[in-house]
């Protein structure tokens, strides 16, 4: 294949662009590591250099002053637990619409799936009511349950997709096996479909983690609060403290970058699968 | 209506209360650590009571309130544990919110007065505290004449104040001696100061713009020393209007220090302790502010630190001033024992307790007693000076009216400073006001 | 074979435990969010029927209007910032080009990470005292440039929509890639064989063919405009004097704060309505024939 001038200098100014904004989309994070090594002082007089010295004074102190720990394991709670049983139920429902014979499957289907486009805001206020009068304010299932119903829509709508696709043989083969529907799910079904069910479960594990609003609203307890609450709270508290702030925002991001980084393929395909099956 | 009227009446009691508390020698000591003159039944139940309270980090004055909790845990006769938290001003009032909605609230909160405790009160999450006042006289007698007024809701009374509060200027004496100014005694004097000092090249006042209330209290205090005690009693019983021509006057006087340059660049993208670390730091000359940051100045500022009142644009109304009570508490309806909650309002209230904020924090006392200038550093025994001074004092207009137009009275002063034509700001705040009326 | 997969009780264990659940939390709230947006309640004492006066109210208040515009504001900034960018993004990456994986990986981690701290991260950047991008302004010879970004009445949307702009063009452009992916590539070649150029076949070959994705991709552009919330709560708070408040933050405010729960709803409800309508709209605006390979 022989390239062309202009094919030449046009690869350049992709190459330009794609570099540009690579440097866009890391730097600031990088930044944002190297100056939680710093004191509040190196901040101000030197924002881009290296740290003088490499402290972790700064994590010591996210970590014991700002709690950041404890906040990280409400998270991790709150975000396992969530995802966990919206896994397993979401591709119950997912089976059943895709494989079982039954009228409604369509129309339920649909009513799920209408839910992608339901803001939580048009919500939350009858959940704080509703909440308030089953006395579950403040406990870990007040935020667990709702990020529970949020997700199905986007997980059901994933899963199906992915089931829709498996060649009927198997099941038939299973039955004649003298398989029951239950064993046809568990050892046929979930291990085929384990590649949807792990993007589905970090695209999940990932909405549940970062989201602000209805921790905020449900958990008033600084000790059950999750990371991202804890980050406003901490950024009230030491608002003029910004290196420590930093380094409690560096504490919050590790996990879903590790995530992301190990598991970048699933998840980039779980995010945009639904969008592109529309 | 009621409300507001004796809200203004105790202002000016208060301020009386606040002279009269220095000529009267009361001497009675009121340490109820562990007197027990609460109830005669008080038993040792123990356990647990939560609590709430304004407060961040950057305020000197925490590790004191901290003291006297873990000192009421030690010595309290019921056993009880006080466990309280801080948190930031716009966070706190999100949570109250939120827990009075939910029926959590803890034992015992931090308030503030008038139209913010109000719709807790009417939907009875609040316990009256009157007759623990009225079963202790010398508890009740204790507070600056009026104070209590201010937390009183249909002659009950909800909560007691801690601490009384009002703005003044606090200035870096430094500085001023360096440009060879004076405290200034009239607004124009003022103004040239500020004049002065921008030449200089110093930043002549800190200034916050992300919490719209620091503004707000500053054009507050303009438009006091314009209109006088009347502005703020014409309003509150609904004979002035918010966008009456002393508060137009006001924000335009505002509107022409940011023109001017006498607030430190990107002060309205600055958080209040930013701005605060400017003046500690001596980098501005100035700083308009309660009160309650006078421990912080001194700290930071030592004898440096010093504290005037704005003069009045109209010489008449000199030392009338935005200030009211502050931090004050108030035990929830659904606290478990509601005695011990009491007992810790008391214990709080000690005079030992008060005086120990005072001396040591320069935190002004609800409590009558006698102060010893003595044992304050110069600029406590500055503010103290001031505040005795005061003809007259208006609550800050957001608790006065709470979250509507309260609110909404400070967010239109960051319009102002935003560049908006202040009768046009004004204008709206009042139409605010009049369709807010039945949201 | 129908006995098996037509069981009603084994469709009804498979169904119900999620559908319970997500009637309950989802669907019910969403009625009972439409019937609290006729009362004025502060959840304290008992609440009072006011039939649409919240809704009259709503758009007499210059606040939520400020509000309303700033989020249309924000979904056609969205909309402009994002497709164009994501579509030019996707196109090259798209196309075989060395470290294509890498790049995507890249662009796409940003929205991944939580709103809070993406908010806080862009505070630092946009800081008046110790900020990127005043700092790279000095750098550049543009020190007359330098302010507190946040702060201005006229920027700070702007400021705003760069970071969602930041933080999800890699999402958008992943979605793009996906979808031509999905065009064969023997499409391609009997182009490349007809001679038609790359920008030939993108506009003969790509975009009409993607066109349907992108329909999907602008209502998930207007949607997740519409839902912004943390990185506004956290970067300026609604403010200077509401020139980023978003209908969302003013909700929250209108209920957290004002313990208006009633009108906060009202809020709550034209919320769901646009994002009805935006959904119908685009439905109609990017209506395409049936695509056939």
């Known amino acids: 294949m022989k390239t062309s001038l202009k094919d030449r200098l046009l690869l350049v100014i992709k190459y330009v662009i794609l570099a540009a904004f690579t440097l866009l989309c890391l730097y600031p994070i990088f930044w944002l590591i190297l100056s939680s090594f710093k004191t509040n002082e190196e901040l101000y007089t030197n924002p881009w250099g290296l740290p003088a010295v490499f402290r ?84 870990y299932l007040s935020v667990i349950i709702p990020q529970i119903a949020i997700s199905f829509p986007m997980s059901i709508f994933i899963m199906t997709g992915f089931m829709g696709s498996i060649p009927r043989e198997l099941e038939e083969a299973a039955v004649m096996d003298g398989c029951n529907i239950y064993q046809i799910f568990w050892r046929i079904i979930t291990p085929i479909s384990k590649s949807s069910i792990v993007t589905v479960g970090v ?31 901490f950024q009230g508290q030491y608002s003029t403290d910004y290196v420590t702030m930093i380094a409690a925002v560096i504490i919050t991001i590790i996990p879903s970058v590790v995530v992301y980084i190990l598991l970048h393929r699933n998840i980039m395909e779980g995010m945009v699968a639904g969008a592109v099956k529309g | 209506m009621k409300k507001r009227l004796a809200a203004l009446l105790l202002c000016i009691t208060m301020a009386a209360g606040l002279l009269a508390g220095c000529g009267k020698g009361n001497t009675g000591s009121q340490d109820t650590g562990g007197s027990g003159s609460v109830d005669a039944e008080g038993k040792k139940q123990g356990g647990e009571l939560t609590a709430m309270c304004v407060g961040t980090e950057s305020d000197t004055y925490l590790p004191a309130y901290k003291a006297i909790v873990d000192e009421f845990n030690k010595t309290n006769e019921y056993g009880v544990t006080v466990n309280m938290g801080f948190y930031e001003n716009e966070q706190y009032k999100t949570k109250l919110t939120t827990l009075m909605a939910s029926n959590a609230v803890p034992d015992i909160f931090f308030t503030w007065e008038l139209a913010y405790l109000e719709p807790f009160v009417s939907g009875g999450k609040v316990t009256d505290i009157t007759s623990y006042l ?59 100061a500020c004049d002065t000092l921008k030449t200089a090249g110093v930043i002549p006042m800190a200034m916050c713009g992300t919490d719209a209330w620091i503004p ?42 940011v023109d001017a340059g006498y607030f430190q660049n990107g002060y309205i993208g600055m958080s209040p302790e930013e701005s605060t670390a400017l003046f500690t730091s001596g980098k501005a000359a100035m700083y308009f502010m309660g009160a309650w940051d006078s421990s912080k100045v001194s700290e930071a500022l030592k004898e440096d630190g010093g504290a005037f009142i704005l003069p009045a644009k109209n010489p008449e109304y000199n030392n009338v001033s935005v200030g009211s009570v502050d931090t004050c508490f108030a035990v929830s309806a659904n606290c478990k024992n509601k005695d011990a909650a009491v007992a810790f309002l008391k214990f709080w209230t000690s005079q030992v307790n008060e ?65 908006e034509e202040p009768q046009k700001a004004f204008d709206s705040l009042q139409q605010f006001a009049e369709d807010n009326a039945d949201r | ?72 504001f924000m979904v056609m900034g969205s909309l402009i910032a994002h497709l164009p960018l994501a579509l030019l993004f996707g196109n090259i990456l798209f196309q075989k080009i060395k470290g294509s994986h890498f790049f995507q990986t890249v662009f796409f981690l940003p929205c991944v990470i939580c709103g809070v701290a993406v908010g806080l991260t862009w505070s630092f950047v946009y800081n008046s005292e110790f900020g990127l991008l005043n700092k790279l302004l000095e750098i550049i010879g543009l020190g007359s440039l330098k302010q507190a970004w946040l702060a201005n009445k006229n920027l700070a949307l ?128 990017f209506r395409s024939e049936a695509v056939e390979y």
């Open chain 3, 1 to 72: 074979m129908k006995k098996v997969f037509g069981n009603k009780i084994n469709i009804a264990v498979f169904v119900l435990p999620a559908f319970l659940l997500y009637a309950v939390f989802a669907l019910v709230p969403i009625g009972y969010n439409v019937y609290l947006s006729f009362f004025q309640t502060d959840m304290m004492s008992p609440a009072k029927f006011v039939g649409l006066k919240n809704y009259i109210n709503l758009f007499n208040d210059g606040t939520f209007t400020r509000a309303l515009r700033n989020n249309i």
């Open chain 2, 216 to 257: 707000a209290q500053f054009v507050q205090q303009i438009s006091n020393g314009i209109a006088g005690m009347d502005l703020y009693n014409g309003i509150s019983e609904g004979t002035r209007k918010w966008n009456d021509a002393a508060h137009v006057e006001a924000a335009g006087e505002l509107q022409k220090m």
């Open chain 1, 56 to 139: 972790i004074a700064n994590y010591a102190q996210a970590i014991v002053q700002g709690h950041i720990l404890r906040y990280f394991g409400n998270s991790v709670i709150i975000a396992l637990s969530a995802v966990v049983i919206s896994v397993i139920l979401s591709s119950m429902v997912s089976y059943a619409i895709t494989r079982m014979d039954w009228k409604l499957s369509k129309l339920t289907l649909n009513i799920f799936i209408i839910g992608m486009m339901i803001p939580v805001y048009a919500m939350i206020i009858p959940l704080f009511s509703m909440f308030n009068k089953m006395g579950l304010l403040n406990s």
């Open chain 2, 355 to 419: 005086e120990k904020l005072l001396y040591d924090q320069g935190r002004m006392p609800a409590g009558n007693f006698e102060i010893d200038s003595s044992k304050l550093n110069s600029l406590f025994a500055e503010v103290v000076n001031l505040s005795k001074q005061q003809k007259g004092l208006t609550p800050w207009w957001d608790r006065a009216f709470g979250a509507g137009e309260g609110v909404e009275f400070n967010n239109t002063c960051v319009a102002v400073c935003g560049g």
């Open chain 1, 203 to 233: 695209v999940s594990f990932i909405n549940v983690w970062n989201d602000l609003l209805l921790p905020q609203i449900f958990l008033t307890d600084s000790s059950k609060m999750t990371l991202p609450v804890g980050l406003t709270e």
């Open chain 3, 158 to 285: 702007f400021c705003v929509i760069i970071v969602v702009m930041w933080q999800f063009v890699g999402y958008h452009m992943i979605i793009q890639i996906a979808a031509m992916k999905n065009i064969p590539g023997s499409l391609y070649e009997a182009a490349g064989l007809d001679g038609a150029s790359k920008w030939k076949q993108f506009t003969a070959i790509t975009f009409p063919l993607i066109k349907p994705i992108l329909k999907v991709d602008a209502v998930l552009i207007i949607t997740g405009s519409l839902k912004y919330y943390d990185l506004v709560a956290v970067m300026t708070g609604g403010g200077p004097n509401h020139a980023t408040e978003l209908m969302s933050t003013y909700m929250f405010y209108q209920g957290f704060r004002t313990l208006k729960y009633g009108y906060s709803s009202a809020i709550g409800v034209i919320l769901l309505l646009l994002c009805i309508c935006s959904v119908l709209l685009s439905n109609l605006v």
């Open chain 2, 134 to 192: 009225e079963g202790d006289q010398e508890w009740k007698n204790s507070f600056s004449g009026g104070t209590l007024d201010l937390l009183s809701y249909d002659d009950k009374i909800y909560a007691i104040p801690t601490q009384k509060s009002l703005c003044v200027m606090f200035y870096n004496k430094k500085i001023f001696k360096d440009n060879n100014i004076a405290v200034p005694t009239t607004y124009e004097d003022f103004l040239k």
